[in-house]
């Protein structure tokens, strides 16, 4: 379909026809608006009057008026495209006339009554000019308007009616008059309140963006803040109870989590620094070269722990700029620190440093390193506070990191006048590449006072400890065995401190793993952190409680996470318990307690031969429904000789050992103590109710051997099988 009007195009071609250089687009909108209501009324005037001339022609009075108009909106509309910063002015002029210049023809008319309803035109005016949002316009117009229409009303007796207006002409004025200014009235108003509902909307869409990003800025806070925090209070809780242990390595411990604390506190404070501007710049002259030099070596001994080269390039050497020392050391620091960090053992880290001329002089600092490499969906989110990147990417998790680097050096290099891009290949590598503009304003500073400014930058080591490899104590039986599902180190080792006393602790480090030593080892409690990487807490808990191999076991889900809306997504999934970081010590020992307590009791319920669930209480039902399978299976079989477990691992579709380790969990006894229990009660009952003597009911029972049977029947009922018989 052919459009007879582009009306975007005619909206583009007035804007392109009435602005100018350096209007704002508000400006521009209201010249616009302006423009086009003066252009329909200038129509509808000319229409009107030419209409009226036609029915009218003699009436010269009013075909005057309607000249009188036109000439005023055409010269408004021709000011439009050569005046800029006074059009509001000479609109105000026309008011003013066009308010004076109707009430001068309104005398000529013979007065109010005689007007044809031209006395409304002055208070339309006074309407429209509410829309300049500059009351004392409106204020004076309003004035002019009361005045004219008083002295109307003054001077009516002294007034002469003229000939041309008869009654019918002055109803038909009157009414065509006040239907057009009705009409513009009517529009003025509906769409003052659109655009006041359009108002609100934005700001409560506002307000709710800002709620999320609040919200979400607390939680991620507190999660940062929870995790050190736990650290650095179960250590001094160890160092209390076991000094000659703990002293050594808890304060160390202690000491680089409030490291990490003190650091994110110190970039939310620069950032926030940053944002309201309050950031100042202290720049000194020097050779850049030098300085980045020292900050490189900074990082070797990191490096070295992470048996990552790390190269230094310059391009140019001396480069004698102004810079500004502790930018730049913030700066070059979060990006050697995250190459080295994000990178695997072997892994080379070059720094370049180049001098540009093609966009004025400006210093190019490249980072390149060839690690793990960034996700192309995830380079655009890098530089956002907090983003800590896809938890998919592997080795993200492990690190240390607030994810508020990057956004730090961002707002530092564009404070700088710089501009930093990233490029990178996933599973290749990554490369920053920082531009900063070379100016010589600052004072020089000699390379020999280098290291007092420098002597305030510690090295970076002391947060990235390297982590000694975790090793599983073997304990004995008897204990419970106790499946830690956390990604820090130091919290499994706080934990496992804390708890193999009383029980046989196992560790995994991701949801993942943790889920697969959940199906092996069949522990009788997890306890599991959410944020985790490859497969978080959540997912995890999601298929221990929906597989049938792995249900009966409690899960209690320890997490940074404190807000509401993650504890009621842990407990919906069927956490068991959920705890938050940091823990009280004994709420976590009662919890997993009262949890093993509750296990032994179900034990108890379960062991009991010909158990049968009456009540189907929703959080067993799973486990209700296993224990009647393998009863019924067995009772099914009770007397085949060769009771086969495969069959009944296929009924219950799990493996031997997983079902071994299921049963002996639920029911506190192996799959062939209850078989024989089984087998025991069904005898007795034959016996008891039946008329056969002991071998029969031995045989079908599922017995074999007589004295065997025999044995077992009295040391489960304490009587000899022979006896009960005769009773
Ligand atoms: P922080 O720097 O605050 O200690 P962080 O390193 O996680 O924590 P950023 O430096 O802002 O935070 O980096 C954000 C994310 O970008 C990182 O979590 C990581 O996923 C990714 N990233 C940054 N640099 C690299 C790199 N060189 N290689 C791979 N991924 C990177
Ligand atoms: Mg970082």
């Not at 990178?343 to 002089?361: C, D, H, L, Q």
């Not at 400890?465 to 830690?484: A, D, F, M, S, T």
């Not at 429904?625 to 579709?653: H, T």
Request: proline content about 3%; charged content about 25%.
């Amino acid at each position: 379909m052919v459009k007879l009007f582009d009306l975007k195009k005619i909206d583009k071609r007035i804007e392109k026809i009435i602005s100018y250089p350096g209007i704002g687009k508000n400006n521009l909108i209201l010249r616009k608006n302006y423009w086009i209501a003066s252009l329909a009324f200038f129509i509808v005037i000319v229409v009107l009057t030419f209409v009226f001339w036609l029915i009218y022609p003699e009436f010269k009075i009013l075909l005057s008026y309607g000249l009188f108009l036109s000439v005023i909106f055409l010269e408004y509309l021709i000011a439009a495209f050569f005046v800029r910063e006074n059009l509001k002015k000479i609109q105000v002029i026309n008011q003013v006339l066009i308010t004076v210049g109707t009430f001068l023809f309104i005398l000529k008319l013979g007065g109010i009554p005689h007007s044809g309803g031209l006395i409304f035109v002055g208070f339309f005016v006074v309407l429209f000019s509410l829309d300049f949002k500059i009351i004392k316009y409106s204020v004076l117009l309003f004035i002019i308007y009361v005045i004219t229409l008083v002295l109307a009303g003054i001077l009516h007796p002294y007034l002469t009616v003229a000939p041309e207006m008869t009654s019918s002409a002055n109803i038909f004025l009157f009414v065509v008059n006040l239907l057009w200014i009705s009409a513009f009235a009517f529009l003025f108003v509906l769409n003052f309140i659109s655009q006041r509902i359009e108002i609100e909307k934005k700001e409560i869409k506002l307000l709710k963006e800002l709620n999320e990003i609040r919200t979400k800025l607390y939680t991620n806070i507190t999660h940062e803040f929870r995790t050190p925090l736990t650290v650095i209070q179960g250590m001094t809780d160890l160092i209390r109870t076991n000094p000659d242990k703990w002293l050594h390595r808890g304060t160390r411990k202690i000491e680089n989590n409030s490291v990490i604390l003190l650091n994110y506190v110190n970039q939310m404070l620069d950032l926030s620094k940053l944002e309201a501007g309050a950031m100042t710049v202290s720049m000194i002259q020097g050779n850049i070269i030098l300085y980045i030099t020292y900050l490189v070596d900074l990082f070797r001994s990191l490096a070295d722990s992470k048996k990552v080269t790390l190269q230094y390039f310059p391009e140019n050497e001396p480069v004698l700029m102004d810079y500004d020392p502790a930018k730049l050391t913030q700066i070059i620091s979060n990006l050697i620190s995250n190459a080295v960090k994000y990178n695997k053992s072997g892994g080379k880290v070059e720094i370049t440093t180049s001098i540009n001329k093609s966009n004025g002089y400006r210093l190019e600092i490249k980072v390149r390193d060839n690690g793990i490499g960034i996700k192309e969906e995830e380079l655009l989110n890098i530089f956002d506070r907090f983003y800590r990147g896809d938890k998919d990417r592997k080795n993200i998790q492990n690190e240390p990191g607030s994810g508020l680097g990057l956004a730090l050096t961002l707002e530092l290099i564009k404070l700088l006048g710089g501009t930093i891009r990233a490029e990178s290949v996933y599973g290749k590598g990554t490369e920053f590449r920082v531009s900063l503009p070379v100016t010589n304003n600052a004072s020089l500073v000699e390379n020999k006072d280098l290291a007092e400014i420098t002597g305030v930058i510690s090295a970076p080591e002391a947060y990235y400890e390297e982590e000694g490899p975790l090793v599983e104590k073997k304990c004995r039986q008897n204990k419970p065995e106790l499946l830690i599902v956390e990604d820090r180190h130091d919290i499994v080792e706080y934990l496992s401190a804390l708890l193999e006393k009383d029980y046989c602790v196992q560790y995994a480090l991701n949801g993942k793993e943790g889920w697969k030593k959940a199906l092996d080892l069949s522990p009788d409690i997890i306890l599991s952190d959410i944020m985790m990487p490859e497969m978080d807490g959540i997912e995890m808990l999601d298929k221990v409680k929906n597989d049938v191999r792995t249900s009966h076991i409690p899960v209690i889900v320890l997490t940074a996470k404190a807000d509401i809306a993650s504890r009621i997504n842990g407990l919906k999934r069927g956490a068991d318990a959920y705890i938050s970081k940091p823990f009280n010590k004994e709420e976590l020992m009662a919890q997993l307690n009262t949890l093993v307590e509750l296990r032994k009791k179900l034990q108890k319920r379960y062991s009991i031969i010909g158990y049968n669930p009456v009540s189907k209480d929703a959080d067993n039902n799973t486990e209700d429904i296993f224990i009647q399978k393998v009863s019924e299976f067995m009772r099914d079989n009770l007397e085949d000789d060769n009771f086969n477990i495969n069959d009944l691992c296929y009924e219950v579709a799990m493996s031997r050992s997983q079902l071994y380790r299921k049963f002996k969990s639920l029911t506190n006894k192996t799959l062939f103590e209850y078989l024989q229990l089984i087998r025991l009660h069904k005898a007795k009952e034959l016996l008891t109710t039946a008329d056969i003597n002991v071998s029969e009911a031995a045989t079908l029972s599922g017995f074999k051997n007589l004295s065997h049977f025999s044995r077992a029947f009295t040391k489960e009922f304490g009587i000899n099988p022979s006896k009960i018989k005769k009773m």
